[in-house]
């Protein structure tokens, strides 16, 4: 059952703590804020420019910008005028980057959540998050498959066997550059 309001669950967290759809999405709008507010991405009054190519990741992050536009008084547009530029990059995504750029010799590549005028509102979320959400909230998008080499193969394997090494290679990396 819900941990908050003793209807079925749809997703369960490594703490097995369990929410349901309407819980599920409250919270992953709140994190939304949290990530948006934490690391400084976006004010009132911005322009936040994205590009929706229609896969799972990019559908939730106009929807969660398109919420976050509304309630903090910012502009969403597809062109360049934007001072900001959200990406959707998710922790499976900044995971499998930064694990591939740490097998480099010198890599000197920064992971930060805020680059410049790149924001990325989804970094503290994993795939499987963003897709149920994309799913609860019915958004319409394109199955993309992505084709994995070893090393990205091999991270996804030790995240099933030790749930959470994703989360902390990102919070290695905000450690590192001092975001934490």
């Known amino acids: 059952m ?19 759809k309407s819980c599920f999405v409250r919270y992953f709008q709140k994190k939304i804020f949290y990530v948006i507010r934490k690391f ?4 009132s ?5 994205y590009k929706n190519n229609k896969g799972f990741r990019d559908v939730v992050l106009e929807d969660v910008l398109k919420m976050f536009a509304e309630k903090a008084n910012a502009n969403l547009i597809k062109s360049s005028k ?6 959707s990059s998710t922790l499976d995504s900044e995971t499998d980057e930064i694990t591939h750029e740490l097998m480099k010799e010198n890599s000197k590549m920064k992971f930060a959540p805020v680059e ?10 994993l795939d499987e998050e963003v897709l149920l959400y ?3 909230r019915k958004l319409k ?7 994995k080499d070893k090393i990205s193969l091999f991270i996804d394997e030790l995240e099933e066997k030790h749930p959470e090494i994703k989360r902390a290679i990102v919070n290695g ?8």
């Open 2 to 20: 819900c941990n908050q309001c003793e209807t079925n669950p749809v997703y369960e967290f490594t703490n097995q703590r369990k929410l349901c």
């Open 40 to 43: 400084k991405m976006a004010h």
């Open 45 to 49: 009054g911005d322009m936040i420019g």
């Open 82 to 87: 934007a001072n900001k530029i959200a990406i």
């Open 116 to 125: 410049k005028n790149i924001i990325k509102p989804l970094y503290l979320f």
């Open 134 to 136: 994309a799913k609860i």
């Open 141 to 147: 998008f394109k199955e993309i498959k992505n084709k």
């Open 173 to 180: 990396i905000l450690k590192m550059e001092n975001l934490r």
